[in-house]
């Protein structure tokens, strides 16, 4: 019977250390890059809730216009026929006005980055076709 040693026969299997610390460093540089993206892109995706009830708003600013046949924007505000009344902004509710056609809505000073953003949509005025301009501090932020 053939005796044999068993530290020669057996091969060892597994990963060196250059291996492991090159896989960590890999995993470091993509999670530096992709953390931040992630972040901007879920703050972008949060911020369309401004943008979308800003969009419903101009629907009724519109309607407004068109049903009273107005020439000048100056009675298109909150409260005014379709138009809803104003909402303050407060740390659980986003607030909406609109003033003179001019649609404001302001993110809720909820403790994110997009507390008290504003997104405002202005009309190019009364005549049809309107045409809608979109500014405000989440527009200057890149969110828009």
Do not use: H
């Not at 303050?88 to 909406?96: C, E, W, Y």
């Not at 994110?112 to 932020?141: E, K, Q, R, V």
Request: proline fraction near 3%; charge should be negative.
């Amino acid at each position: 019977m053939k005796q044999t040693n068993d530290s020669t026969d057996r091969k060892q299997g597994g990963f060196t250390l250059i291996e492991l610390m090159i896989v960590v460093a890999i995993i470091g540089i993509l999670a530096a890059i992709a953390i931040p993206a992630y972040t901007t892109y879920t703050q972008k995706a949060r911020f369309t809730e401004a943008v979308l009830a800003a969009s419903t708003l101009k629907t009724d600013v519109v309607t407004y216009i068109q049903t009273n046949g107005l020439t000048a924007l100056t009675a298109a505000d909150s409260g005014a026929g379709s138009i809803p009344a104003a909402i303050v902004a407060t740390a659980l509710l986003n607030g909406s006005s609109v003033a003179d056609g001019v649609i404001t809505i302001t993110w809720a000073a909820d403790g994110t980055a997009l507390a008290g953003l504003t997104y405002i949509f202005t009309p190019n005025g009364a005549a049809s076709p309107i045409s809608w301009a979109a500014t405000g501090t989440g527009c200057a932020a890149n969110y828009c």
